[in-house]
């Protein structure tokens, strides 16, 4: 079965402490973006990675960081400097992203993060 | 900056009471517009994906249709199990990710 998988489902973390959520996917594609869900609010983005060992900024990066070694991975760390980290984090990938496409993004099932 | 605004925010229907959702959208170069589900604690579900005004695909009781300044989700005929938060999202020409808006959230009470 092809897909996306998240990991763990739920994680609690106290203040002070980083913590990385894993994101794999088997479904081949060259694209892998990472969202953020907060309650009465649209999903917004916080880095993305279009080819490996390359990745950018979305629109709220800061207290956050990533990784692209391997083309199936795409791990996000939550760091002590995110100020407000308690939130549904949503891994998604797409076939790719060359300029002027427009592929549909698939996504995982979620990780729900509470700072104690 | 793309913007997405949805409404109704919320919207309660009776099983078999057709009715539509709606997707405001501002964006520089529309690549896309796309419509997901989600149910509660989990991740979205795509639905459709529109390029061009005038487009319209359907599946099962959902058809999606899109304007150069909106698109609609009309819901025909829903069922209980058609219950969740349907979400709708751009991605414009100078964009990667997607700008997402925040949801209709949809009760179908039998």
């Known amino acids: 079965d092809g897909g996306i998988t998240q990991s763990p489902k739920y994680l609690f973390r106290k203040e002070g402490q980083n913590v990385t959520l894993s994101c794999e996917q088997n479904?081949?594609?060259?694209?892998m973006y990472w969202y953020r869900q907060d309650p009465g609010q649209g999903l917004r983005l916080i880095y993305y990675?279009?080819?490996?060992?390359?990745?950018q900024k979305g629109d709220i990066a800061e207290g956050y960081s990533v990784s692209r070694e391997k083309k199936e991975s795409f791990p996000l760390t939550v760091t002590s400097a995110q100020k407000n980290p308690t939130a549904f984090y949503l891994c998604?990938?797409?076939?790719?992203?060359?300029?002027?496409?427009?592929?549909?993004?698939?996504f995982g099932p979620g990780t729900r993060l509470t700072v104690l | 900056e793309d913007q997405v605004t949805q409404s109704p925010e919320a919207l309660r229907l009776q099983e078999g009471e057709s009715s539509s959702l709606n997707c405001s959208y501002t964006?520089?170069?529309?690549?896309?517009l796309f419509w997901y589900r989600q149910d509660p604690g989990k991740g979205p579900e795509f639905l459709f994906t529109?390029?061009?005004a005038g487009e319209e695909k359907e599946k099962e009781r959902l058809k999606a249709t899109l304007t150069k300044k909106e698109s609609f989700l009309h819901i025909t005929a829903p069922k209980p199990e058609d219950s969740a938060t349907y979400l709708c999202?751009?991605?414009?020409?100078?964009?990667?990710?997607?700008?997402f808006g925040k949801g209709t959230h949809l009760i179908i009470q039998p």
């Open positions: 964006v520089s170069g529309l690549r896309g």
């Open positions: 990675s279009q080819i490996v060992n390359d990745f």
């Open positions: 998604a990938s797409s076939i790719d992203s060359e300029p002027g496409s427009y592929n549909e993004q698939f």
């Open positions: 479904l081949n594609h060259d694209a």
């Open positions: 529109l390029y061009s």
């Open positions: 999202a751009v991605q414009g020409g100078g964009a990667d990710g997607l700008t």
